[in-house]
């Protein structure tokens, strides 16, 4: 890992980008910049729906071609990274752009809906979109209903949706997609503060973000967050030769495995399983005691049950983990910087 001070690498999106021109995948672009392992990186990402959903007369079918959703900036070269390295993100500030964000209802997508791969003869729920004031300084998300006078001050919690690295065997994956490359895992817990480690599969590793949210509950039932622009801060480190199976995020107080697949029994599997692993690394104790200490001590929310597959969390709490110490200690170190 790179000790020396770097320059900050200040990375600014072509605003006025056509959306045909925008990055919609994890591997299969070219990089934009490269940045240095021990560099920060500032920069801002679009809202998934690039702006064009801005009032609750527009509907996303309506106004947004499906093919440019989740537009991710990047990829950035990360100098050094070679298939079977971990490249270490480590989210400095990740704060709204602009002062709404939004919400919205899509024709057969969501949780609680029928949908093309659980098709049915139900009708699709109606399209609707709500806009959400957010106030910076006081740190809240207004909700507002549609069908009523309600409103809602709630906490605002931002977090990027999508982060990741090119895919391996070569592959080019979606953007609205999770998988072990990271992509679009849609989990609160990708908040500032927290450092995310990534297995690298292609030299340059092709590390993007994107996909915004003002707050999102677990699950994330409708299929949409609080969707909005962000201006986000980051660190980038390089383990060489360290490998990552899957995401892995930490923070202050948790270790955290994700795991994305369908049905959701078997990203919940995949979670538990790298946790484990993780952990009997980690406390140098055998595989079954190891799952032992997870069952009885994890956590498991839920990241999204809507994306392409689903995504969760098995998180464990570091007080339950004394003598380990996750990647050497980069997390504290770079949280110390």
């Not at 990089?31 to 527009?58: F, I, K, L």
């Given at each position: 890992?790179?000790?020396?001070?770097?320059?900050?690498?200040?990375?600014?999106?072509?605003?006025?980008?056509?959306?045909?021109?925008?990055?919609?995948?994890?591997?299969?672009?070219?990089?934009?910049?490269?940045v240095?392992?021990g560099q920060?990186?500032?920069?801002?990402?679009?809202?998934?729906?690039?702006?064009?959903?801005?009032?609750?007369?527009?509907?996303?079918?309506?106004?947004?071609?499906?093919?440019?959703?989740?537009?991710?900036?990047?990829?950035?070269?990360?100098?050094?990274?070679?298939?079977?390295?971990?490249?270490?993100?480590?989210?400095?500030?990740?704060?709204?752009?602009?002062?709404?964000?939004?919400?919205?209802?899509?024709?057969?997508?969501?949780?609680?809906?029928?949908?093309?791969?659980?098709?049915?003869?139900?009708?699709?729920?109606?399209?609707?979109?709500?806009?959400?004031?957010?106030?910076?300084?006081?740190?809240?998300?207004?909700?507002?209903?549609?069908?009523s006078?309600?409103?809602?001050?709630?906490?605002?919690?931002?977090m990027?949706?999508?982060?990741?690295?090119a895919?391996?065997?070569?592959?080019?994956?979606?953007?609205?997609?999770?998988?072990?490359?990271?992509?679009?895992?849609?989990?609160?817990?990708?908040?500032?503060?927290?450092?995310?480690?990534?297995?690298?599969?292609?030299?340059?590793?092709?590390?993007?973000?994107?996909?915004?949210?003002?707050?999102?509950?677990?699950?994330?039932?409708?299929?949409?967050?609080?969707?909005?622009?962000?201006?986000?801060?980051?660190t980038?480190?390089?383990?060489?030769?360290?490998?990552?199976?899957?995401?892995?995020?930490?923070?202050?107080?948790?270790?955290?495995?994700?795991?994305?697949?369908?049905?959701?029994?078997?990203?919940?599997?995949?979670?538990?399983?790298?946790?484990?692993?993780?952990?009997?690394?980690?406390?140098?104790?055998?595989?079954?005691?190891?799952?032992q200490?997870?069952?009885?001590?994890?956590?498991?929310?839920?990241?999204?049950?809507?994306?392409?597959?689903?995504?969760?969390?098995?998180?464990?709490?570091?007080?339950?983990?004394?003598?380990?110490?996750?990647?050497g200690?980069?997390?504290?170190?770079?949280?110390?910087?």
């Amino acid at each position: 890992m790179t000790e020396t001070t770097l320059p900050e690498l200040r990375y600014e999106p072509d605003p006025d980008a056509p959306r045909s021109a925008l990055v919609y995948t994890f591997g299969g672009v070219a990089p934009v910049a490269t940045v240095r392992p021990g560099q920060t990186v500032s920069t801002w990402t679009r809202d998934c729906y690039n702006g064009a959903v801005r009032s609750t007369s527009h509907l996303p079918s309506q106004v947004c071609d499906p093919r440019y959703l989740n537009p991710q900036t990047g990829p950035f070269w990360v100098e050094g990274a070679e298939p079977g390295d971990t490249v270490v993100v480590h989210f400095r500030s990740i704060r709204p752009r602009e002062a709404w964000g939004v919400s919205s209802t899509v024709p057969f997508f969501g949780a609680l809906t029928s949908t093309p791969r659980t098709a049915t003869l139900q009708a699709a729920l109606t399209e609707r979109t709500w806009i959400y004031a957010l106030d910076l300084e006081a740190s809240t998300v207004r909700y507002e209903a549609r069908d009523s006078g309600f409103t809602l001050d709630l906490p605002l919690d931002p977090m990027h949706g999508t982060v990741g690295v090119a895919p391996p065997l070569g592959e080019v994956r979606s953007s609205l997609a999770p998988g072990s490359w990271g992509g679009n895992m849609d989990t609160p817990e990708m908040r500032a503060g927290t450092t995310c480690y990534l297995g690298v599969n292609v030299p340059g590793a092709l590390l993007s973000l994107g996909d915004g949210h003002a707050r999102q509950g677990e699950g994330e039932t409708c299929g949409v967050a609080v969707e909005t622009t962000m201006d986000t801060v980051f660190t980038v480190e390089l383990l060489k030769g360290v490998p990552t199976p899957w995401p892995r995020l930490e923070s202050d107080d948790f270790l955290m495995s994700t795991g994305s697949a369908r049905p959701l029994e078997d990203a919940f599997r995949i979670s538990q399983a790298d946790l484990v692993a993780w952990v009997s690394a980690g406390l140098d104790l055998s595989l079954l005691d190891a799952y032992q200490l997870v069952t009885q001590a994890c956590l498991s929310p839920v990241a999204n049950v809507v994306d392409v597959d689903y995504t969760c969390v098995a998180k464990l709490a570091k007080a339950y983990l004394p003598g380990m110490t996750a990647y050497g200690g980069v997390h504290q170190r770079l949280r110390a910087a």
